[in-house]
């Protein structure tokens, strides 16, 4: 009786999440890729190709790279500091890197308009710096902003990955290898790193998703289409322009986006099978 | 043990300078200078004028709005959390790895593309909201759809607060009750749910969070109507961004509410998940 009624919840339970992820997560996908391929191949071939959507495709890529590559050397910084080391004020910086995590993306590309905009504080010091060098850096509407932009967003990412690792690592055996007198980049290296490998590619993967879908912050700082929109502002400004074409395109541009997004929950799910392996061994 | 610290002895890991300095210094330029701006520009105002501009109706609404939208969602998540982490640690069935491998697809997938597909999904001409019109709810350009797009974006907060903490719940716990008699209801809610209560509030608060300042994925499906009460916070920023009427103060003066919404939910999850770290070590 009692096993019965058992398995009689089991199965309503798993049924119950298979509707609702059903639903919610993979009836979208569906629907986004109908409406892109809705007009033919050719059509969609079309959009993919378009001089706009190609010029948000580098933007992605750019700001994508940077941001990852800022993200993880400040990252892997920031999470030796406020692991290794004992200091006043230490979990109020751990809280202050998680900041951006739990703020609007508009609030972050506010931010930038008023440190760097025409009425910003910071303006005039950006403009001395350009005149002694004699460069054109505008930090707001253009793909810099894009850039910083993105990197504000994604800011704790990897931080956040890889500062409980190290909590549950220790010092230990930094401490020994520093007392036998490695340097600290061969402790970093030779110690540190083959702990948080998983945790720094998880943290990484995580990074890389948020970047190139960012759209609140970067729709802030960035207004010219075709110069420094990303991939998802193109879709917005195709979508926004209301003809039953550009709809469709909207959705072309957007499987891309769903196509990229499918690659980074592939490659997460391997790192995470990876690293639980190693930990079971 | 510990090495490091004031007094306790030197510190001999190398590398405290030059972390520290760079930790600070980048954390400052990239995060909280700009932070400050929005603080300062806001201050630009004097207070009548802040309180004025803050409590204008609409701008009340919109606070009204994402808050409810967002407390309603995580309310929901938080049911659909619970028996999702409870279906992925506890039973085993075909398809199981898959349905935990795209838990986070809503991280990985652009906000935006999150956005016009439930729009169209749930539109009069859209298949689910055809079903919905059959039985008389409007969902798309009304708070329900804003509450759908919640919902979607905040699935992989809670479920992914639980799911560690149920698997290493050990089950001679909820054997010991059963056998002494307790029913599966009193099992849960007695032995279970204790334990998994303050990972539950820690999703909660993330997604509550997350869908108080959502934009992407909610401003297409709400239709941002003054009307009918569908503009969220984030829209009336960016309004004062973009189009003509540029009001900077204005947007700083509302950016700083949320702000302080923001980081008071912040801190209550910090404390939550200190108070707990505590309890489980105890």
Redesign the interface.
């Known amino acids: 009786m009692k096993n019965n009624s058992e398995k009689i919840v089991k199965w309503i339970l798993i049924g119950i999440t298979v509707i609702f992820l059903f639903i919610m997560l993979v009836l979208p996908m569906f629907e986004v890729i109908y409406r892109a391929l809705k007009d033919g191949l050719a059509a969609y071939k079309t959009a993919l190709t378009a001089k706009n959507t190609l010029s948000a495709l580098k933007v992605t890529l750019i700001a994508t790279i940077i941001a990852l590559i800022v993200n993880t050397l400040l990252g892997i910084i920031m999470a030796w500091q406020v692991t290794k080391f004992d200091f006043k004020g230490k979990n109020v910086l751990a809280t202050l890197i998680d900041i951006p995590f739990s703020i609007s993306p508009v609030i972050a590309g506010l931010a930038f308009i008023m440190t760097f905009g025409r009425s910003g504080w910071a303006k005039p010091i950006v403009d001395a710096i350009n005149n002694a060098l004699g460069t054109d850096i505008e930090l707001v509407f253009s793909v810099p902003a894009v850039v910083l932009a993105t990197i504000f967003v994604t800011f704790p990412f990897i931080s956040r990955e890889i500062i409980p690792i190290l909590n549950a690592q220790g010092r230990d055996e930094e401490e020994a290898a520093a007392l036998m007198g490695a340097s600290g980049f061969t402790i970093f290296r030779r110690i540190t790193f083959p702990h948080i490998k998983w945790g720094l590619v998880y943290g990484m993967i995580l990074c890389t998703a948020r970047a190139f879908g960012e759209f609140g912050a970067v729709y802030a700082v960035s207004k010219a289409r075709g110069k420094t929109f990303t991939l998802p502002l193109e879709v917005d400004a195709l979508y926004m322009s209301g003809t039953a074409d550009s709809i469709t395109q909207a959705f072309a541009v957007s499987s891309l986006l769903v196509g990229m997004a499918v690659i980074v929950l592939i490659l997460k799910n391997i790192v995470e099978y990876r690293a639980k392996g190693k930990k079971s061994v | ?6 007094g306790k002895g030197k ?6 300078g ?3 300095g ?3 210094s ?2 400052s330029l ?6 400050a ?2 603080m ?2 806001s201050f630009k105002m004097s207070l009548p004028e802040f309180a004025e501009l803050v409590t204008r109706p609409n701008i009340v609404q919109a606070f009204i709005t994402s808050i409810l939208c967002a407390f309603i969602a995580a309310v929901i998540n938080s049911v ?1 959390g619970v ?2 982490a ?3 640690v506890r ?1 085993e ?1 075909f ?1 199981k ?1 898959l ?1 935990d ?14 956005g ?3 729009t ?2 749930y539109s009069d001409n ?1 298949f ?1 909201g055809k079903a919905f019109e059959r039985i008389g709810i409007e969902v798309a350009y009304t708070k329900i759809g804003i509450v759908i797009a919640m ?2 974006i905040g ?1 992989p907060f809670v479920v992914r607060a639980i799911q560690p903490v149920l698997e290493k719940l050990p089950r001679s716990c909820e054997e010991a009750g059963l056998m002494l008699g307790a029913s ?1 209801s009193v099992v849960f809610r007695k032995i279970i749910f204790p334990e998994i209560m303050p990972p539950l509030l820690t999703g909660f608060g ?1 997604a509550l ?2 869908g ?5 994925s909610v401003i ?1 499906i709400s239709g941002n109507s003054e009307k009918n009460k569908t503009q969220v ?2 829209y009336i ?2 309004q004062k ?1 973009n189009s003509g009427n540029v009001d ?1 103060e204005g ?2 003066a509302i ?1 700083l509410i ?2 302080i919404i ?1 980081f008071v ?2 801190f209550v ?2 404390v939550i998940q200190h108070v707990a770290s505590k309890r489980t070590s105890a």
């Open positions: 043990m510990k090495k490091a610290g004031k510190v001999v890991i190398p590398g405290f030059m972390t520290m760079i930790t600070v980048m954390l990239l995060i909280l200078i700009p932070l701006s929005v300062a520009y659909f028996i999702i409870w279906v992925l039973y069935f398809g790895r349905i491998g795209m838990i986070e697809l809503p991280f990985a997938l652009p906000t935006a593309v999150a016009i597909t439930l169209k999904m859209g689910l919902v979607f699935i599966r993330l969070a997350r108080i300042g959502e934009y992407g297409y916070v984030s920023i960016m961004l900077y947007a700083a950016a949320l702000l923001s939910m912040l999850i910090n």
